[in-house]
């Protein structure tokens, strides 16, 4: 049973790029959740999909988009690239029971590097 | 905004020795979870203690939490040099279990051999 996968595992982009990270669950789950984990930083929430729509939204621009689709993997757009861009992406996986807690897998990252 | 915030930010002991960690937090809560993240790699969920709970024990881990205070503390009993990670306190504060975790800046954990 694979867990959480993302690809690519690195990536160098330039200032104003864009960049698309993907993300597929654990299998089962049906809840996908993006953070953005600079160094030396805890990871920050970007945003969280459920049956194709964002749910939650955290504290990040409109810059910062994403996708989920029906085979429940998901994907996070960044437009117009900043050098704060560069962190560690991680999506995580869970499956939603309405009033319960969400025990969250995390996949290993996509290290993104903006120059 | 980070919710939690970990003590200490470092920590190094010998094989063998406990680890404690603690967390403090901010807002009303409904469940707390701690995280371990070894080099910059994936998280791993530790545990997860819900807001109507004390403590909690997994293996050789040990998770209090106090609501009156806003802090919670992961002790790792007999430590091992596998257990060097960070570690991260995350809380689900919405309306709900929502699954947003805040996390905290975490505590780096160094276990000598």
């Known amino acids: 049973d694979a867990g959480v996968t993302q690809s690519p595992t690195h990536l160098i982009k330039t200032r104003g790029q864009q960049v698309t990270l993907r993300c597929s669950p654990k299998s089962g789950h049906d809840t996908v959740s993006w953070y953005q984990q600079a160094l030396g930083q805890g990871p920050q929430f970007i945003f969280q999909y459920y049956e194709e729509e964002e749910r939650q939204r955290g504290n990040f621009p409109d810059r910062f988009s994403g996708h989920q689709f029906p085979n429940y993997s998901s994907e996070l757009n960044v437009n117009a690239l900043l050098l704060g861009d560069s962190a560690l992406y991680l999506c995580a996986s869970s499956l939603f029971v309405a009033s319960q807690p969400n025990e969250q897998f995390f996949g290993p990252g996509t290290r993104l590097t903006v120059l | 905004s980070q919710q939690g915030e970990e003590d200490p930010q470092a920590l190094s002991i010998q094989e063998g020795e406990n680890a404690t960690m603690n967390c403090s937090y901010k807002?009303?809560?409904?469940?707390l979870q701690w995280y371990r993240q070894n080099s910059g790699r994936g998280l791993v969920h530790l545990i997860l203690?819900?807001?109507?709970?004390r403590e909690k024990h997994s293996g050789r881990l040990r998770v209090t939490l106090d609501t009156s205070k806003k802090s919670s503390s992961l002790l790792i009993t007999a430590s091992r040099a596998a257990d060097t990670a960070s570690y991260f306190c995350?809380?689900?504060?919405?309306?709900?279990?929502?699954?947003?975790?805040?996390f905290g800046q975490g505590t780096t954990l160094q276990v000598k051999p």
């Open positions: 203690i819900r807001s109507n709970e």
């Open positions: 995350a809380t689900d504060a919405g309306s709900g279990n929502t699954g947003k975790l805040i």
């Open positions: 807002t009303s809560i409904n469940n």
